[in-house]
């Protein structure tokens, strides 16, 4: 059977992250696969990359669409602060050698099994004036290097305890408070799902400040169509709103043979693409 292909006219660009699929091919190797599908490739820390072989591999119509956009600190202590800007301005000079438009953050740097660095569950009015001023300096800076920080929500009950500012209301208020097209919501739906849910009406209130979206399904954090969340009635919704940004699959592969392998990893592809292949002229 023939790989599902994104339609020429989808309304939205679509995406996959190399650290969560075709997990046993060799790194760069999951690059080219999910770029041999027509997909744009999402990463995580690109310290750990060989940044110059990715480079390269624009010549061949790879696309590095997002990527972390520090390495450790933030958005509230002092020396958070302070780190957070300093990695923020190298990871810039990555995002430069493999012309990574996009570069996402979080409320605190993430340490072994996503638990936060600063846990911090119920920030204070001081802290929520301080995280403004923080991503107010990471938009200056994006602004100055011409690229995109995004701000991902995340969950707290199941991945990430105590990380504060997590909820997608959390992002989307520190985003607005920012008001600047250089910092951006990364708004992520398997969180969101976990955090808030009321998914399709929680992506209508952020419309205007969606960086890109981000999806796995609940339970699980596997491809779309393996758990609760009708993925399909999303994707509709937002054409219907008028979204054009990137759709990008955050999620493990599961299904038939060994998770994350190729074959289980290709079948993954394939529901996401048909979920999220949806007329751009549908929009209402």
């Known amino acids: 059977m023939s790989p599902v292909t994104v339609p020429a006219d989808n309304a939205f660009t679509l995406a996959a992250c190399a650290e969560m699929i075709y997990l046993d091919k060799p790194f760069l190797e999951r690059v080219d696969a999910i770029a041999a599908r027509g997909l744009k490739v999402e990463i995580w820390d690109w310290t750990a990359k060989d940044l110059t072989a990715l480079a390269a591999r624009r010549a061949d119509g790879v696309e590095i669409v997002s990527m972390t956009g520090y390495v450790e600190g933030d958005l509230t202590t002092d020396d958070g602060v302070t780190r ?34 600063v846990a911090n569950a119920h920030p204070s009015p001081t802290d929520w004036l301080r995280a403004v001023d923080t991503c107010r300096r990471l938009a200056e800076l994006g602004e100055r290097h011409g690229r995109i920080f995004t701000l991902e929500n995340l969950n707290t009950a199941v991945d990430h305890p105590g990380c504060p500012f997590a909820l997608a209301r959390d992002t989307r208020a520190l985003v607005a408070a920012v008001d600047s097209p250089h910092l951006r919501m990364n708004l992520d739906l398997y969180h969101a799902q976990i955090g808030e849910g009321n998914l399709i009406e929680l992506c209508r209130q952020c419309l205007p400040l969606i960086g890109e979206i981000q999806v796995a399904d609940v339970p699980g954090r596997a491809q779309p169509g393996t758990g609760e969340i009708s993925y399909r009635a999303v994707s509709e919704a937002l054409a219907a709103a008028g979204y054009r940004g990137t759709v990008a699959m955050e999620a493990f592969a599961t299904g038939e043979g060994e998770n994350g392998s190729t074959a289980v990893s290709e079948a993954a592809l394939d529901q996401f693409i048909d979920t999220f292949s949806v007329s751009g002229e549908r929009s209402s």
């Open 84 to 117: 957070i800007l300093s990695t923020a301005e190298d990871s810039l000079k990555a995002a430069e050698t493999i012309d990574c438009p996009r570069l996402n953050v979080h409320g605190t740097g993430l340490g072994e099994g996503g638990i936060p660095v």
